[in-house]
Nanobody, 125 residues
Framework: VQLQASGGGLVQAGGSLRLSCAASERTSRTSVGWFRQAPGKDREFVAV????????YYAHSVKGRFTISRDRAKNTVYLQMNSLKPEDTAVYYCAATYKSATAGELPSDHIYDYWGQGTQVTVSS
C-alpha cells in the first residue's frame, strides 16, 4: 500500500485545515492513523480509525478539535483539524496497518506497516 498525504499549509491560530491520506489500493481492512512530528521532538500519535469496528481514537491533546474520517469508496482517510494552535505545528504523517491491534496498541507507531511522506502544518500565533 502506498500512502499519499496532502493538505498541509500555513494557517493562523484558531483556523482549520483538512489533511487527506490517499491510498493506492483498497484499505477497507486496514486501520489508518495520523501521527505528527515537531522539530526536535519524537513522533507522536494524533488519531486513528480502526478498520474492524470503524471506531476512532484520539490523542488527548487533539480530542474535540480534530476529527478523523474515512471515505472507503475513495480509499482516503481525512483529518479535519479545527481550532488549531501553534503547538499543532508539525509534519503530519498518515500510516496504515493490517494488524488486528487493540485500541491500546493503535497509538504505537511501531505496529504500522505503511507510511505516507508527510505534510507540513504550520500554525502561526
Amino acid at each position: 500500500v502506498q500512502l499519499q498525504a496532502s493538505g498541509g499549509g500555513l494557517v493562523q491560530a484558531g483556523g482549520s485545515l483538512r489533511l487527506s491520506c490517499a491510498a493506492s489500493e483498497r484499505t477497507s481492512r486496514t486501520s489508518v492513523g495520523w501521527f505528527r512530528q515537531a522539530p526536535g521532538k519524537d513522533r507522536e500519535f494524533v488519531a486513528v480509525n480502526r478498520w474492524n469496528n470503524n471506531n476512532n481514537y484520539y490523542a488527548h491533546s487533539v480530542k474535540g478539535r480534530f476529527t478523523i474520517s474515512r471515505d472507503r469508496a475513495k480509499n482516503t482517510v481525512y483529518l479535519q483539524m479545527n481550532s488549531l494552535k501553534p503547538e499543532d505545528t508539525a509534519v503530519y504523517y498518515c500510516a496504515a496497518t493490517y494488524k488486528s491491534a487493540t485500541a491500546g496498541e493503535l497509538p504505537s507507531d511501531h505496529i504500522y506497516d505503511y507510511w505516507g511522506q508527510g505534510t507540513q502544518v504550520t500554525v502561526s500565533s
